[in-house]
């Protein structure tokens, strides 16, 4: 007998204008933009992963509006999100996949960009900061990092919710920080130094002492350190 046909799996659909094909990590979305991530992935090409590394090239977010502008599309401050903002690449709301799965193929993603998050949005005008976009356009230009040239002591006191320890460290050696492990042992060794404490948690008064002895003068909680990466503007302390 004749043998059994072979049927090739079809191309990826490409991208408008060439490129390479995304891979896209989902955050804080519901299930069935979840599914549909899954779908258009098989079916228009593209690598879904489910945690941060530097290969991300679309974080996709469950994006709202505000009370104050139904166009703004607004992100969770999550920890993808903010490694997406770090690294300058795009931050889409999820309208973007239906768009896609329109079309039959990866749209253009200017006009589906995130405005923001929540946390740094304007109360008044429902507006976002413009920070996903600031962030990407400055790894265009090849702007220095957001926190090059800065150095940090993140303060172990940091609880388990929300963003703990570890990541802070790791959001802040991705904006081109130096962090260090432990506090420097001598005055010389701390200049320049940052103590990040967590906002609700405080500095403990051991870590306050430690900061006099080692005439370490700034410190700062890690909220604001948050609102600098949803801004994408850091002047320092």
Known sequence: PPPPPTFEAPDPLPRPGGGELPILLGTQLEAKEQDMLKKLGRRLGARIVKSWSAEVTHVVCATRGTNRSATQRMCGRTFKYLMAMLHGQWIVSSEWLSACEGAGHWVDEAAYEAHGDHQTMDEATGEGTGGPRRARESKKRKVPALFAGATFY????????????????QLLSAGGASVAKRLPVSAAAAQGLTVVVHEEVGASPELVEQCEVLNIGQCVHHKFLMDAISRYEWQGH
């Open 154 to 169: 993140v303060d172990e006191n940091f609880p388990e919710q929300g963003l703990r320890r570890k990541e802070i460290m």
